[in-house]
């Protein structure tokens, strides 16, 4: 099982395409700003052969341009600065800047203490301000100053505890969304234990059972406290993985749209791509944390389903756009056999496009040769 | 196959623990109110020994609070009532009274009335008042002054015959959602059959051909009068059921949202729980009659999916997180493996829980030991 | 595998049955004004047979009124103009006028132009107006004059060709959603290509890689572009076909709720039915290009679901009640085993009737014998 992933350092590189600038030139019917555009594209323009495994050839290849004679009418001969040029910029200036720094990082893997056998998280909840995208900070409840939580990473059979601290103006309580607990363990106040005050304290502590993609958050006045971000996953990895869920790559999606449609925390461009080499296997662990469906759509090569909730699908599945509701954890493998930067998003278009650009449940997987 | 439910004489009992109060105790930094606290939850904190089998090791015991020199600045050492208490106390009322009382029960068995072998069910729809939640009555138009209508069970190859009687202001109809037959008893007005106008009466008749989870709905103005309650269960045994579909408890949980969030037409804390034995097999057999999806998640242990819309599921399937979309039906078997009273919600939070405490949407499996 | 669906010639047909008139008369309270209802009505209502395969035996037949002594009190023995009258006038007259006439049929088959070996297809994006149901015309930007825009078919293996021509007052481009193709040619401007300015053209190329149900949508401004209608079908068909898929009739539903609630671009009465024989396999590939999910429900036989996003599944399963999220497609088989004209509808209720009689997302199968 590899490593999470980590982001590359050079974000330019992303966009850097391979030999594509003349391609480009004769797409554009507007040669006149192809320049400035290419400047800042510089799209993925090499051809991956297909099935055939023919090479492209030239007189048919993708991006020739047929216009000519062909051009409707209207086409302007001499293109000046239009309202379509000015939005083109407001895209362009989106994609430029992904992936954009922002302050603050979630989901980043958070080191045990051992006591004994015992694995020890001590996860903080108290408020922050939260950079979900480029200059837009949130008010946000956080678990370790993360949105999402810390990633919590432990093995089928680990003795597990779980500190909780409550430095929140309100009650809290932790839940464990799809691992098997102890009823004392699951972190319904009134049900299964007291609220947890603020200024308290509170002990979880359990042996993981079941493995899996799953999550932890508050169980109380959860509506408000994980829509201001008390949530993280919480991954249980196997004893003895299936041959199928072996992977490269592994990369957590956090779904959420409570404040602002983010993925992990943060919107586009400040959402975090995925980059793999050509011939590597990403697992990709999907969850819904907030109160939409988000149906997540890769481009450029399917996914294959794996895991529902962290259990095995008895017959693994394909598909392009997967439709994950609130609670749900779906993880799937791509076999990433496409280079380029390929748009992986949510289909709900306003949560991935405005008239201003790209927004929210935006990224990309890139493949690189 | 089991009976449907009986709810429990005693609601107190469900959230009875057992030698849960030392582990409560020391668990709260706020002993001064704990009692109280205890008074109202008495948790399970009955610890169930994981995978290894294992008993728990008290020093390392779950609930073992590890504050003290670890509290967090400002922990209140003399508490006083706080906006969290006060919250808190909201909270806990809307659990301790669970499950609450109201007036009138839906998706109460209708016995049939015999004509030769044709199995007799009469329908009629009027208008009454319905108590979603205490204290809480709307208008509704309900089958035999139930809101969901009575239960229709029959068996596979019966012949049945349903009358319908109009006591509403406005046309109506019946359609048998998922049941094959013939096309004149398919209840779509002015397609199969005449409305049936107010005041008057209309006979449906069928051989049951197919079994599984339907269920019986207007299909007239039917976003109003559906809306306000025209809907119902219609369960076919199968003649020959699967293994994998025999159950110690047979349980019906119509999920809408059309007069407030409800299961079953009660909004929590008047929703029924699910009571069983520690190592029975419960069968739930989830109806969406709104216009929302619902993804339902049971707490403690997973779900397997049987059947979708009363057909059987080739490869059954686990998850603790079931997204029900508007018409669907799915069938999931649950093992009573784990003890303990376990949430048992939709999660899309505001259906389950707002400030003021957990409402709509929300009930538990109690597994007793 | 079969053409696309050719519409009935005789629209009128659909909604007569064979010899219902005297179960009709005998369903009717109201015989005063039964005959009107028939006139308009003539539902279907001869009975199939069930499982039993036992002709219906007439003193129980489906249809027989038990009424007379068992009527409800206030039933009017002489009818009078009601506003339940009124209610259901306007209901009878929009099934009376299924399936409508309305200006303008989208997902019309595209006949590609063959450069060599290449299928070479052409769309001109530009503003319409387009009539989603009779008198109801709205602002629309489509392809070739058509929302969805013209149906693309081809053959896995193929190479194809699409010019691209905007005669739009915004930049756009394509994306072929669901198509594996070289990353230049995946239609996300500023990542794999420039915008293509009002005026000009761009071409894309590629060979088809994968079959199944795809679509071809603008991916630059989308939530605007999309939802102005610049979407359509792209279908590839396999070189070595399942048994499963093989079809008699091939039907491609595009759910839209951007324009109203649409399929293939009208809203009820002005959709068009699915007309099969008995014992014909209908094929039907959904394809969700709104924002919105939407269940699609089939009365009288259930749907086998074959294919998700044009990938198989590995263990078909059936059911009633399909649930199509935004960018997913789902293809299933209906056995056409039982005769007469079947609702065939989104179960979300808004999505499909008002007050005012059905709307939107209705259509239906007409099986005939």
């Known amino acids: 099982m590899a490593d999470l992933l980590t982001p590359p350092d050079d974000s330019v590189t992303l966009l850097n395409g391979h ?149 929140l103006p309100e009650s809290t309580s932790i839940h464990f969304h ?40 508050s169980h109380h006045n959860s509506t408000k406290q994980v829509g201001m971000g008390l949530l993280g996953a919480f991954i249980v990895d196997p004893k003895a993985p299936r041959a199928i869920e072996r992977a490269d790559l592994d990369h957590v999606m956090i779904l959420n749209d409570s404040q602002g449609y983010t993925l992990n925390g943060k919107g586009f461009p400040a959402t975090e791509p995925i980059v793999a080499k050509r011939g590597q296997k990403v697992r990709i662990r999907f969850m819904n944390e907030g109160i939409m469906i988000h149906p997540m759509h890769l481009h450029g090569m399917p996914m294959t389903v794996i895991s529902k909730d962290g259990w095995p699908q008895p017959a693994p599945w394909k598909c392009d756009t997967l439709n994950i509701a609130p609670g749900e954890r779906w993880d799937v493998i791509v076999n990433c056999t496409e280079v380029g930067t390929w748009a992986f998003h949510c289909h709900i278009l306003p949560h991935a496009e405005s008239e201003h650009g790209m927004l929210g449940m935006v990224t990309a997987l890139v493949v690189q040769s």
Chains 1, 2, 3 share one sequence.
Not at 130 to 135: I, V
Not at 193 to 202: C, D, E, L, N, R
């Open 19 to 167: 030999g594509s600038r003349r391609a480009f030139l004769r797409n554009s019917a507007l040669t006149a700003i192809a320049g400035g555009v290419l400047a800042a594209c510089k799209g993925q323009a090499k051809e991956v052969a297909g099935v055939s495994q023919k090479p492209p050839v030239p007189k048919t290849a993708s991006g020739v341009d047929s216009s000519g004679g062909t051009m409707p009418a209207g086409a302007a001969a001499t293109p000046t600065t239009t309202d379509a040029d000015k939005m083109d910029a407001m895209h362009e200036a989106g994609i430029k800047s992904f992936p954009a720094k922002t302050e603050g990082k979630g989901n980043q893997p958070l080191t045990p203490v051992m006591d004994g056998n015992t694995k020890v998280f001590t996860l903080t909840a108290k408020p922050i301000k939260w950079e979900t995208a480029p200059g837009t900070f949130r008010d946000a409840w956080a678990y370790n100053d993360q949105v999402p939580g810390p990633l919590i990473r432990v093995k089928e059979g680990d003795r597990v505890r779980v500190i909780l601290k409550n430095e």
């Open 178 to 217: 799809g691992l098997i607990v102890p009823n004392a363990q699951d972190g319904v106040p009134f049900i299964t234990q007291p609220p947890v005050k603020p200024g308290a304290s509170f002990t979880y502590e359990f042996t993981v059972r079941n493995y899996g993609s799953n999550m932890y958050h």
